[in-house]
């Protein structure tokens, strides 16, 4: 069982890409086969020994707390950072770091709670604990969101390929963070644009995965993650 307990979400999107589903709730609450975004991120990580998990919120952050409540009935226990005024995801993961007694923690789990995603979370903190870097950065392989035509020096048509994967990766916004790392984190501002260039290669990780990931930033993402995710999940219970 992992020694990481402790997780940060992301959590105060205000998806104003996908209105009207986010007029009256922060984007990790839009619903999938009635069931939050958020929902199917949590049962992940209370599976890979999560204990507690601070919520870095702000939009639309009653409708969260009320969902979440305590935590008990996704078995963690929930706490709320809240920014009054934004911070930046840099500065709202320093701020929800507060939130964790520094006893109590070595290396914390970032997640962005916007996402859809299957994670091997036992195989990342293992590479975690065992390199000891300043941050590992779970990373994707980058889908074409268009299809792709197929031809010969001569001009002539191939074939074509639906939406292929491309031999790039990408971030999936999903982290572990030694502690060492919180110093190095903007008061205000984003951790990939201040805090990710001054960290030393050497101690500067990815975790590479081929699990399912997809971002739900439209209305067209979240059409097609409703066709997905019975097969990825199984079909859920409403939480």
Not at 2 to 18: M, T
Request: proline share 6%; glycine share 8%.
């Amino acid at each position: 069982m992992s020694k990481v307990k402790h997780a940060i979400i992301l959590a105060g999107g205000k998806g104003e890409r996908l209105r009207p589903f986010t007029n009256d709730r922060p984007k990790p609450m839009v619903e999938i086969h009635g069931k939050p975004i958020l929902a199917y991120q949590l049962e992940q990580l209370k599976e890979a020994g999560i204990k507690k998990i601070v919520f870095a919120c702000s939009y639309q952050r009653e409708v969260l707390q009320k969902h979440v409540d305590s935590g008990k009935k996704y078995g963690i226990e929930a706490v709320f950072s809240i920014e009054e005024t934004p911070l930046g995801r840099g500065g709202a993961i320093k701020q929800a770091m507060k939130m964790i007694s520094k006893d109590a923690w070595d290396d914390v789990v970032i997640a962005n709670g916007d996402n859809l995603w299957k994670l091997d979370f036992e195989a990342l903190i293992k590479q975690h604990q065992f390199k000891k870097p300043l941050a590992t950065v779970v990373v994707v392989p980058l889908r074409s969101p268009y299809g792709i035509v197929e031809f010969n020096k001569s001009g002539h048509i191939q074939g074509f390929r639906e939406k292929p994967i491309l031999p790039h990766w990408i971030n999936a916004g999903i982290y572990v963070f030694s502690r060492e790392i919180e110093p190095l984190l903007p008061v205000r501002g984003d951790h990939e644009t201040e805090t990710f260039p001054m960290l030393p290669s050497s101690r500067f990780d990815v975790f590479t995965s081929r699990n399912y990931w997809r971002a739900v930033d439209t209305v067209k993402d979240l059409t097609e993650a409703e066709k997905e995710v019975d097969e990825i999940f199984g079909k859920p219970q409403a939480a």
